[in-house]
């Protein structure tokens, strides 16, 4: 648009200054052509101004834009190596939780394996007494009825025979690693439990990290966009007001040759009465003297 216009332009001037070479070409008098050219060289003056003016707006606003942006750009680039370390601490913490659900496990298949066991040691024990006392084992049996329960027969075993002390050793072994068992697996539901709600802390605060630096960067893309913008429509500006100052130019020749004409023309004839009007250039139309 702005080339067709300077063509228009230039194709006006050219009949312009053919009607000021080829006098009385157009129907109007020199006076009235230099009017005309002040007026449009008023009108180009005025476009330039008010090009310029919206050029050093954009230009503020393009670097308020630049500002933020770089601003954004700083709290992005914390936000990211406070997150990557907040997601490698995470991953770390979902790991030894996984670690710790696995023993957990491990260790409850452990326990019931021992109750099975130590299930199966105290029937063969009492399955012991009960053979001493079918035998007839007077002495050892007066021990056993001596006895209210299984723990005391336990504790009695020592006057036993011999495999009846393997088999309450047996029995004491399976108990003990049981009891041990037990208290390890209870020192790891509550280290996994407290992991557990550690890992659920830094996974919240990790989200919200995440969800604040995706904010940070949406406004960083929005800013970039409308700079973009406020550049291109910046650079159309520029180049309307370069071809306006061309054009200028070329109307203040063509003004500049048809002030040489009308001196050419006032220095051998009178000049006409006007209405003394004031042009764009600020002179009386007509004069009654030589145009300088």
Known sequence: MADLRRISLLAALVAGLLTI?????????????????????????????????????????????SSR?????????VLTDTLTKLENDLAAHRERLARLEDLYEEQTAQLIRLRKQLAVAQARLEARLVELYQSAETDELGIILGVQTIGEMIEQIDYITEIGRQDRSIVDDVTLLKIETRVARQKTAVTKKKVAKATEVLAARTAAERAARQTLLSQQASLQSMRDGKENLLGSIREDRTHAEEDLAALQAASAQLSSTIQSSSSSAPAPTGTGSVSASGLIWPVGGVVT
């Open 21 to 65: 070479l080829v006098p009385g070409a157009s129907g109007q008098s020199a006076w009235d052509q230099r009017r005309h050219l002040d007026s449009r060289i008023a009108g180009l003056q005025a476009q330039i101004a008010q090009d310029k003016q919206e050029e050093g707006a954009l230009t503020s606003d393009i670097e308020a834009a």
């Open 69 to 77: 942006i770089g601003a954004l750009e700083d709290k992005i680039t």
